[in-house]
């Protein structure tokens, strides 16, 4: 009996090396590798108004909606733009120690975020904000930091700092589930798109981005694609993500000359280029199918 499992835990081994030697990897002229053109990038918006540290992300129908964090003066807001990126409103979200806010998510008439102590493993508020008038609606606190929240039907997720844990809540804010992420990728912002769970984020090590589909039972990647950075140099899933009308926004970074840009990617031709994620391994958030998007510019 022993020898078997001896045997078998060696052809596991074996099969693992095999698949990792077999593991492309992405260079900026292989197959592997798509250029932000070939995705048909088709605009970039330039919000007009002051922000700081921009964190989250997310659009309607009539609004575009940012969370940034005043590191220095240690104040939270979210700010609300036209859809041609005009400043309209800014609510502070401060509430004592927590003024970290993250990843966003609307539902109907109400805006999710969630803001924390700028620190892992503190504390944090979920707050439901009338997406109008920005005014709290409801909230609840939650024994870790928040960093990015979405919702289905009936649930609300919230991934924690570097999204190490996932947590369920039901909409009255009761724990419901807890799970460790199967593949340690610093997740951002998360969004439901009908059954899709689409999150986008920071891989280990730190110069790669993924934009993944999500199994929503088990929060393993089915479809991953991996993303190089910016012109500017920075990881293109860094910070904000929204999805709207076949559209994915990413909002990479604090902007340059008084603007923040947001770039607009074509969704269904984002999932056409991922391929199925396989885990190699959990540490490094590897899949064994890899197709990577730079920047050409």
């Given at each position: 009996?022993?020898?078997?499992?001896?045997?078998?835990?060696?052809?596991?081994?074996?099969?693992?090396?095999?698949?990792?030697?077999?593991?492309?990897?992405?260079?900026?002229?292989?197959?592997?590798?798509?250029?932000?053109e070939q995705l048909g990038r088709y605009e970039t918006l330039k919000l007009s108004g002051r922000v700081f540290h921009v964190q989250g992300?997310?659009?309607?129908?009539?609004?575009?909606?940012?969370?940034?964090?005043?590191?220095?003066?240690?104040?939270?807001?979210?700010?609300k733009f036209t859809l041609t990126g005009n400043l309209v409103a800014v609510a502070d979200l401060t509430d004592g120690p927590r003024y970290h806010p993250g990843g966003i998510s609307l539902q109907g008439n109400s805006l999710w975020v969630p803001v924390a102590e700028y620190r892992s493993h503190s504390t944090s508020r979920i707050i439901q904000l009338n997406a109008v008038t920005l005014?709290?609606?409801?909230?609840?606190?939650?024994?870790?930091?928040?960093?990015?929240?979405?919702?289905?039907?009936?649930?609300?997720?919230?991934?924690?700092?570097?999204?190490?844990?996932?947590?369920?809540?039901?909409?009255?804010?009761?724990?419901?589930?807890?799970?460790?992420?199967?593949?340690?990728?610093?997740?951002?912002?998360?969004?439901?798109?009908?059954?899709?769970?689409?999150?986008?984020?920071?891989?280990?090590?730190?110069?790669?981005?993924?934009?993944?589909?999500?199994?929503?039972?088990?929060?393993?990647?089915?479809?991953?694609?991996?993303?190089?950075?910016?012109?500017?140099?920075?990881?293109?899933?860094?910070?904000?993500?929204a999805i709207k009308d076949d559209k994915l926004y990413l909002l990479p970074d604090d902007g340059r000359d008084g603007a923040v840009e947001v770039y607009i990617f074509n969704l269904s031709a984002l999932k056409a280029a991922a391929a199925p994620c396989i885990p190699i391994g959990e540490r490094d958030g590897r899949c064994i199918s890899r197709r990577q998007v730079v920047a050409s510019r």
């Open positions: 009996m022993q020898r078997l499992s001896w045997l078998a835990a060696t052809v596991r081994l074996l099969t693992a090396m095999l698949l990792v030697a077999a593991t492309p990897t992405p260079d900026r002229n292989g197959e592997n590798t798509i250029s932000v992300l997310d659009i309607d129908a009539n609004s575009i909606y940012v969370t940034s964090v005043d590191e220095r003066a240690h104040r939270g807001f979210v700010h005014n709290p609606v409801s909230s609840f606190a939650v024994a870790d930091h928040i960093g990015a929240v979405t919702l289905n039907a009936s649930r609300i997720y919230g991934a924690n700092w570097d999204a190490e844990r996932i947590y369920i809540f039901d909409r009255d804010g009761r724990l419901m589930a807890k799970r460790l992420n199967p593949m340690h990728v610093a997740y951002q912002d998360l969004k439901f798109v009908g059954d899709d769970l689409i999150a986008s984020g920071i891989m280990p090590d730190r110069q790669t981005g993924a934009i993944d589909w999500l199994d929503n039972q088990s929060l393993s990647p089915r479809l991953r694609l991996e993303v190089g950075k910016t012109g500017s140099g920075q990881v293109w899933t860094r910070e904000g993500m």
